[in-house]
Protein backbone atom coordinates (compact mmCIF):
# COMPACT_ATOMS: atom_id res chain seq x y z
CA UNK A 1 0.00 0.00 0.00
CA UNK A 2 1.27 3.41 -0.93
CA UNK A 3 0.20 5.16 2.05
CA UNK A 4 0.40 4.39 6.02
CA UNK A 5 -0.56 6.00 9.06
CA UNK A 6 0.03 5.20 12.52
CA UNK A 7 -2.49 6.14 15.63
CA UNK A 8 -4.68 8.72 13.45
CA UNK A 9 -7.74 7.74 13.58
CA UNK A 10 -9.55 10.86 14.43
CA UNK A 11 -8.12 12.39 10.74
CA UNK A 12 -10.57 9.84 9.18
CA UNK A 13 -14.22 9.80 8.91
CA UNK A 14 -15.80 6.38 8.95
CA UNK A 15 -19.28 7.39 8.87
CA UNK A 16 -21.48 6.15 5.52
CA UNK A 17 -17.96 4.11 4.73
CA UNK A 18 -18.74 1.00 2.98
CA UNK A 19 -17.56 -2.44 4.68
CA UNK A 20 -15.69 -4.31 1.72
CA UNK A 21 -14.21 -7.00 4.47
CA UNK A 22 -13.85 -7.77 7.90
CA UNK A 23 -11.70 -10.54 9.37
CA UNK A 24 -10.11 -11.32 12.83
CA UNK A 25 -6.71 -13.08 11.76
CA UNK A 26 -3.04 -13.91 13.89
CA UNK A 27 -4.76 -11.56 16.82
CA UNK A 28 -4.97 -8.79 15.06
CA UNK A 29 -8.94 -7.07 13.71
CA UNK A 30 -8.69 -5.89 9.74
CA UNK A 31 -11.60 -3.92 8.08
CA UNK A 32 -11.59 -3.20 4.60
CA UNK A 33 -13.46 -0.08 4.25
CA UNK A 34 -14.47 2.32 0.85
CA UNK A 35 -15.90 5.67 0.74
CA UNK A 36 -13.28 6.84 3.68
CA UNK A 37 -13.37 10.37 4.46
CA UNK A 38 -9.34 11.64 5.03
CA UNK A 39 -9.63 15.52 6.26
CA UNK A 40 -7.16 17.32 5.69
CA UNK A 41 -5.11 17.41 9.38
CA UNK A 42 -4.46 13.57 7.92
CA UNK A 43 -0.22 13.12 7.78
CA UNK A 44 -0.53 12.33 4.67
CA UNK A 45 -2.64 14.22 2.97
CA UNK A 46 -0.93 17.03 1.12
CA UNK A 47 -4.24 18.96 0.02
CA UNK A 48 -5.86 21.19 2.24
CA UNK A 49 -9.17 19.68 1.83
CA UNK A 50 -10.87 16.58 2.74
CA UNK A 51 -10.35 13.64 0.00
CA UNK A 52 -11.49 10.15 0.36
CA UNK A 53 -9.90 6.67 -0.02
CA UNK A 54 -11.29 2.79 -1.08
CA UNK A 55 -9.80 0.19 -0.39
CA UNK A 56 -8.27 1.43 3.12
CA UNK A 57 -7.34 -0.87 5.58
CA UNK A 58 -7.60 -0.49 9.04
CA UNK A 59 -5.46 -2.37 10.91
CA UNK A 60 -5.99 -3.03 14.67
CA UNK A 61 -2.64 -5.39 15.69
CA UNK A 62 -2.57 -7.40 18.74
CA UNK A 63 -5.90 -6.62 20.16
CA UNK A 64 -8.42 -8.09 22.58
CA UNK A 65 -11.99 -8.64 21.30
CA UNK A 66 -14.03 -6.94 23.87
CA UNK A 67 -17.76 -7.13 22.90
CA UNK A 68 -19.78 -7.99 19.39
CA UNK A 69 -23.01 -8.04 19.41
CA UNK A 70 -26.38 -6.83 17.35
CA UNK A 71 -27.97 -4.20 19.20
CA UNK A 72 -31.11 -4.21 21.33
CA UNK A 73 -34.39 -3.01 19.34
CA UNK A 74 -37.67 -1.76 20.33
CA UNK A 75 -40.47 -2.38 17.87
CA UNK A 76 -43.96 -0.35 17.98
CA UNK A 77 -47.00 -1.01 15.66
CA UNK A 78 -48.97 1.96 14.06
CA UNK A 79 -50.43 2.95 16.86
CA UNK A 80 -46.99 3.63 18.97
CA UNK A 81 -48.06 0.71 21.16
CA UNK A 82 -44.60 -1.63 22.35
CA UNK A 83 -45.13 -5.02 20.28
CA UNK A 84 -41.38 -6.31 20.56
CA UNK A 85 -38.16 -5.76 22.48
CA UNK A 86 -34.91 -7.48 22.37
CA UNK A 87 -31.72 -7.52 24.38
CA UNK A 88 -28.28 -6.81 22.75
CA UNK A 89 -27.07 -10.33 21.60
CA UNK A 90 -23.36 -11.21 21.93
CA UNK A 91 -22.10 -13.10 18.84
CA UNK A 92 -20.61 -16.61 19.92
CA UNK A 93 -17.01 -16.07 18.66
CA UNK A 94 -17.44 -19.24 16.50
CA UNK A 95 -19.94 -16.84 14.70
CA UNK A 96 -17.50 -14.56 14.42
CA UNK A 97 -16.46 -15.18 10.42
CA UNK A 98 -20.20 -16.20 9.28
CA UNK A 99 -21.20 -12.96 10.69
CA UNK A 100 -18.09 -10.61 9.58
CA UNK A 101 -19.26 -12.08 5.99
CA UNK A 102 -22.81 -10.58 6.46
CA UNK A 103 -21.34 -7.18 7.20
CA UNK A 104 -20.10 -7.20 3.66
CA UNK A 105 -21.42 -4.21 1.71
CA UNK A 106 -22.79 -2.51 4.83
CA UNK A 107 -22.69 0.77 6.10
CA UNK A 108 -20.50 2.14 8.63
CA UNK A 109 -22.37 4.43 11.12
CA UNK A 110 -18.97 5.68 13.29
CA UNK A 111 -15.37 4.18 14.46
CA UNK A 112 -14.11 6.11 17.13
CA UNK A 113 -11.31 5.39 19.85
CA UNK A 114 -11.34 5.84 23.74
CA UNK A 115 -8.18 5.24 25.58
CA UNK A 116 -7.19 1.73 23.90
CA UNK A 117 -10.64 0.58 23.09
CA UNK A 118 -12.14 0.99 19.37
CA UNK A 119 -16.13 1.43 19.55
CA UNK A 120 -17.16 0.20 15.67
CA UNK A 121 -20.82 1.09 14.87
CA UNK A 122 -22.35 -0.98 11.70
CA UNK A 123 -25.65 -0.51 10.26
CA UNK A 124 -26.69 -4.39 8.85
CA UNK A 125 -30.37 -3.53 6.95
CA UNK A 126 -32.89 -3.15 10.43
CA UNK A 127 -30.50 -4.14 12.79
CA UNK A 128 -27.58 -2.07 14.16
CA UNK A 129 -23.98 -4.23 15.14
CA UNK A 130 -21.32 -2.62 17.36
CA UNK A 131 -17.45 -3.82 17.97
CA UNK A 132 -15.47 -3.00 20.79
CA UNK A 133 -11.42 -3.95 20.20
CA UNK A 134 -8.97 -3.62 22.55
CA UNK A 135 -5.69 -2.79 20.88
CA UNK A 136 -2.92 -0.46 21.66
CA UNK A 137 -2.17 1.34 18.32
CA UNK A 138 -4.55 1.75 15.12
CA UNK A 139 -2.74 1.39 11.50
CA UNK A 140 -4.62 2.60 7.97
CA UNK A 141 -3.25 2.01 4.52
CA UNK A 142 -4.77 3.06 1.69
CA UNK A 143 -3.57 3.02 -1.94
CA UNK A 144 -4.75 6.68 -3.30
CA UNK A 145 -6.53 9.76 -2.76
CA UNK A 146 -9.85 10.56 -4.45
CA UNK A 147 -11.70 13.27 -4.55
CA UNK A 148 -14.09 14.08 -2.22
CA UNK A 149 -17.75 15.04 -4.56
CA UNK A 150 -18.85 18.79 -3.62
CA UNK A 151 -22.83 18.90 -3.33
CA UNK A 152 -23.43 22.28 -5.41
Known sequence: MKYHTKDELEHFGFSEAVV???RLQLG???MELDNVTIHPENSCNRDIRAMRAN???LKLPECEMVSFAREAYKVYDADGNLTQTEEDQ???REEYADTFQ????MTVYDITKQDQRYHIELDVEEFTYHIDV???????????FLSKEVAI
Open 20 to 22: VSV
Open 28 to 30: SFY
Open 55 to 57: GLR
Open 90 to 92: EVD
Open 102 to 105: KLEG
Open 134 to 144: KASQDEEEWDR
